[in-house]
């Protein structure tokens, strides 16, 4: 075998063992697209999610009611949080803890405050971003090599869509003149796609190798203890500052609707997503949620005796580099505008597991075409070489 042969048959080799990364990249994509609407799909085969409307014209309960209603139903439950998920459709979350020690999610209707059930700890939701985040690997010291394993994916992806670009001259004829063709046979109908998904993905393929890219340094920095955080240390009331009742408990605090009257006051805009309750009598009381940037939440804690506001977490609190950061998690998962953002990301999660299987099958065919065609030609190389010395054999002895 000449050296030009054996050079290729080792470039085939290398090839075929990049098959399983190929497959992996595809699984990672799959798992992403089914994570981002993994929470209504828990919501379709769990009654227990849904916040079903007892008449057309019954109003939402207000925080205090919710506690009162589940107070009622069971005594001795110490609600630890009440969360609204962004559709109106899902069950509330709240954590609760009872006499026993167990701490769980209960879905309570927003409606009735019925408590519907509780939440398991490892539902579909669950898995499929364990699967696509960490690939099931369990974090012991750190983040797992699992997280790093998926996360550093997003180099070689950025690479694809900047090399993709390079490589299909003019790409922005493609918006203008899409093409798809469909009776040419399946070789020219996924380049056809696979040039036509990548066109219109680009946006998307940034977003996601961006964020990606950013899970990769978060997880370095969190393991080499390098933090970019400005948040303040967590505020506490001073214990001459509890006020006392005649048998010697902590007061009573004040309503959680007066408590988010205050956070309103202060974060104008605010959509009051989820209340914290204290966990002791010198916590704070915190409410949160999102206002006119949908991409991060705004939180106020108050004090729950006096209905201060002892500090807030603004938007104007962040650093620019916190901007950009905290911003990373919602752009990669589309959890930060309701179900139409997600159904977005879903879709183009799909564009984008197609073209890497449309690639995959491309690289596959022609990787095997070349393979054939170099074992032919070894397996025929042998031969010539008999044949020609038969020749030479033949014209020394003629006459």
């Not at 085939?12 to 209504?40: D, K, M, N, R, Y």
């Not at 059930?117 to 690939?135: E, K, V, Y």
């Not at 108050?302 to 950009?324: K, Q």
Request: net charge positive.
């Amino acid at each position: 075998m000449s050296k030009k042969s054996r050079s290729k048959l080792w470039f085939l080799v290398h090839s075929w063992l990049a098959l399983p990364i190929w497959f992996f990249v595809l699984i990672v994509c799959v798992t992403g697209t089914l994570a981002v609407i993994s929470q209504e799909i828990v919501w379709l085969a769990n009654p227990q999610m849904r916040a079903s409307q007892p008449s057309d014209d019954a109003p939402l309960l207000s925080y205090d009611q919710i506690i009162a209603a589940i107070k009622k139903a069971e005594p001795n439950t110490l609600v630890e949080s009440i969360s609204r998920p962004d559709e109106s459709h899902f069950a509330l979350d709240v954590e609760v803890s009872y006499p026993d020690g167990r701490s769980v999610t209960v879905y309570v209707n927003p409606y009735s405050g019925v408590i519907q059930g509780s939440a398991p700890p490892f539902n579909f939701q669950a898995f499929t971003r364990a699967l696509h985040g960490w690939w099931l690997v369990p974090f012991t010291h750190g983040y797992s090599w699992g997280w790093y394993l998926v996360s550093f994916l997003s180099l070689p992806l950025l690479a694809s869509l900047v090399t993709g670009l390079v490589v299909y001259k003019r790409f922005w004829k493609g918006f203008l003149r899409p093409t798809l063709r469909i009776r040419h046979g399946a070789r020219v109908f996924w380049g056809d796609f696979h040039r036509l998904s990548g066109i219109w993905s680009i946006w998307f393929i940034a977003v996601i190798s961006v964020t990606s890219t950013w899970f990769l340094i978060e997880a370095f920095m969190f393991d080499n203890q390098i933090s970019i955080s400005t948040a303040p240390v967590a505020l506490v009331v001073p214990r001459e500052s509890v006020p006392m009742t005649a048998d010697g408990a902590p007061a009573p605090m004040i309503s959680l609707e007066a408590a988010i009257a205050q956070a309103k006051a202060r974060i104008p805009g605010l959509e009051d997503s989820f209340v914290s309750l204290p966990a002791n009598a010198y916590s704070y009381l915190s409410v949160g949620g999102r206002s006119w940037y949908p991409l991060m939440f705004q939180t106020a804690e108050i004090n729950p005796y006096t209905g201060d506001v002892g500090a807030t977490r603004l938007l104007s609190d962040r650093s620019g580099l916190e901007l950009v950061t905290e911003s990373m998690r919602p752009l990669h998962t589309g959890d930060f505008g309701g179900l139409w953002i997600k159904l977005i990301w879903f879709f183009f999660g799909l564009i984008l597991s197609m073209m890497v299987l449309s690639g995959l099958l491309i690289w596959t065919k022609r990787t095997a075409l070349a393979t054939a065609t170099a074992l032919k030609r070894s397996n025929k190389s042998p031969r010539s070489q008999t044949a020609a010395a038969t020749r030479r054999e033949t014209t020394e002895v003629s006459p």
